[in-house]
């Protein structure tokens, strides 16, 4: 029902680094592998509402309605920014823990989850995306192959992000013996999430 050609282009999107594997990377490096872990379901749920928009045909009316593109954007721009400040006000201070009990794994998840179902983007890529790989001339219906196709892009950005949290807890030895570094690595992230936050603002679409 899907494609090399679907799994090869999917694990290219899946790499490209974006908010959510940001995210997952900077939770892996601060909290732990198991907080990675949280936040790589988190980030992937959050693309969940936009896997059905494109589905249901909802991301046209979202591509149409420019008021409601905005709005979301904007959300999103202040979510990305509040990030960033959360992250700069960080005093450095070497708080590792392997256990995400001192952060809360709901509050790991949730931001995860707002850091892509705010950013109406994704609702306009999966409209664009998933279609180019539904077979025309398929017994199954199309709508069951977009809901597999979706499955399948979940699995493999869940995946993905669960291995770059991974990475990122691995060097986290080297990066806790120095405070210094520590606030050089959560100065870093903010500065990204920052900027992040700034091009979508200038984006125009």
Not at 19 to 47: D, K, N, P
Not at 90 to 116: C, Y
Not at 136 to 164: K, R
Request: glycine share 8%; hydrophobic share 55%.
């Amino acid at each position: 029902m899907f494609s090399t050609e679907f799994l090869i282009t999917s694990l290219v999107v899946v790499l490209i680094p974006g908010t959510g594997v940001i995210y997952t990377i900077s939770t892996g490096l601060f909290l732990g592998w198991r907080g990675s872990i949280v936040a790589a379901f988190g980030c992937t749920s959050g693309i969940i509402p936009h896997l059905l928009a494109c589905i249901l045909g909802l991301s046209a009316i979202l591509h149409m309605s420019a008021v409601v593109f905005q709005v979301l954007k904007y959300a999103g721009v202040v979510y990305l920014l509040y990030l960033a400040w959360s992250m700069w006000r960080e005093t450095g201070e070497p708080n590792f823990d392997n256990s995400v009990e001192k952060k809360g794994a709901w509050q790991i998840a949730t931001r995860g989850f707002l850091i892509n179902i705010l950013n109406p983007k994704l609702s306009i890529f999966f409209l664009a995306f998933l279609p180019q790989f539904v077979l025309t001339n398929a017994a199954t219906p199309p709508i069951i192959q977009l809901f597999f196709l979706s499955g399948v892009f979940m699995g493999m950005t869940l995946f993905i992000f669960v291995l770059y949290g991974i990475a990122a807890h691995s060097i986290r030895a080297y990066i806790v013996s120095s405070s210094k570094r520590i606030l050089w690595m959560q100065r870093s992230f903010a500065v990204v999430f920052a900027s992040l936050g700034v091009k979508l603002a200038m984006s125009e679409q």
